[in-house]
């Protein structure tokens, strides 16, 4: 087995400021790429590493047995980190980093069922302990649901359609495997083309459908806002927080809240005083995201979509 290689990691070693002693946060633990460069730049620091995929757990925990000392793993989705970290009588930390979205290993291992380009039952569960999977959504969803998943978080613009076609297609037979519902798709675009001349990307819906269903069975974009905020409580004064970002709704989401918490007043411009009393609790490191070089995309073609976001803490409310 073999996990995605780590991205940006010069950059997030160069911003992360790692303090030797310091005590660090990996909230997407993943196959410990990032862990394991942080741990080789600074030895003496401490990380807790956060995952609810099992697989990838296992993985991080072989290739960081060299500092297994220094290292905790909990089995978790992030959004439970400030309550995880208290249990752990953790108060404060120097630094987190979340690397969001699905592993190139999850993508690619049929089991999980997140691609379109092998066959395989619709799961894309991250963690096998939720009841949720896209099976279930795909053929319990009201076609509305499944219209609003596809429009919000797929941002596809033959929504409407394909979710009508899912539904007229269940009413035969659940749709229980990735093919059955790449076909369906596939089916409704050319429809749509003969029809009423829409023009269409196959590949590219069907990369949209399938990464709106994966968002929706693991609560991704729901969750996000809520765990970087407490990541932010859970800083020190000093501290930072990195984003790696793969889609414009999650570095949609990540630069609107950097941009709130680094700003005094909230309140509607045309007020004549502020009555919000928010306070900013960090500042803005890098104003335009940080993409990968073109070496690294050379190497690595998959990084061409990251971005990095950093702020720093500079205040508690």
């Excluded at 939720?130 to 509305?144: C, F, G, H, K, M």
């Excluded at 009393?277 to 190497?299: F, G, L, S, W, Y």
């Amino acid at each position: 087995m073999t996990y995605h290689i780590p991205v940006l990691v010069d950059e997030v070693l160069e911003f992360m400021n790692l303090k030797e002693n310091g005590l660090y946060v990996d909230a997407t633990l993943g196959g410990g790429g990032h862990s394991f460069a942080m741990l080789s730049k600074q030895e003496n620091i401490r990380i807790i590493g956060f995952d609810q995929d099992q697989d990838a757990i296992n993985y991080a925990q072989q290739r960081l047995n060299k500092y297994h000392d220094q290292v905790k793993i909990i089995k978790d989705n992030f959004k439970n980190m400030r309550t995880r970290l208290a249990l752990e009588k953790i108060g404060y930390i120097d630094g987190a980093l979340f690397d969001i979205g699905v592993s190139n290993y999850q993508i690619s291992n049929p089991e999980k069922g997140f691609t379109f380009m092998a066959d395989a039952y619709l799961d894309m569960r991250m963690d096998k302990d939720n009841p949720l999977n896209a099976e279930t959504v795909i053929n319990e969803y009201s076609e509305d649901q499944l219209r609003d998943i596809f429009y919000q978080y797929g941002e596809e613009k033959c929504s409407a359609h394909i979710a009508k076609s899912i539904v007229h297609h269940r009413q035969n037979e659940r749709i229980e495997r990735t093919s059955q519902l790449s076909t369906i798709i596939e089916n409704s675009l050319m429809y749509l083309q003969r029809k009423h001349k829409v023009d269409s990307n196959f590949i590219k819906t069907k990369a949209r459908i399938f990464q709106a269903l994966r968002i929706e069975v693991n609560d991704e974009l729901r969750i996000l806002e809520q765990s970087l905020l407490d990541a932010i409580y859970t800083l020190k004064i000093g501290g930072r927080l990195l984003v790696i970002s793969w889609h414009s709704l999650e570095d949609r989401i990540v630069k609107n809240l950097f941009q709130k918490e680094s700003t005094d007043c909230i309140c509607d411009k045309n007020l004549p005083m502020c009555i919000c009393e928010h306070k900013a609790m960090v500042k803005i490191v890098n104003r335009k995201a940080i993409v990968p070089q073109e070496a690294e995309i050379r190497d690595n073609s998959n990084a061409r979509s990251a971005k990095l976001r950093v702020v720093e803490k500079i205040g508690r409310i």
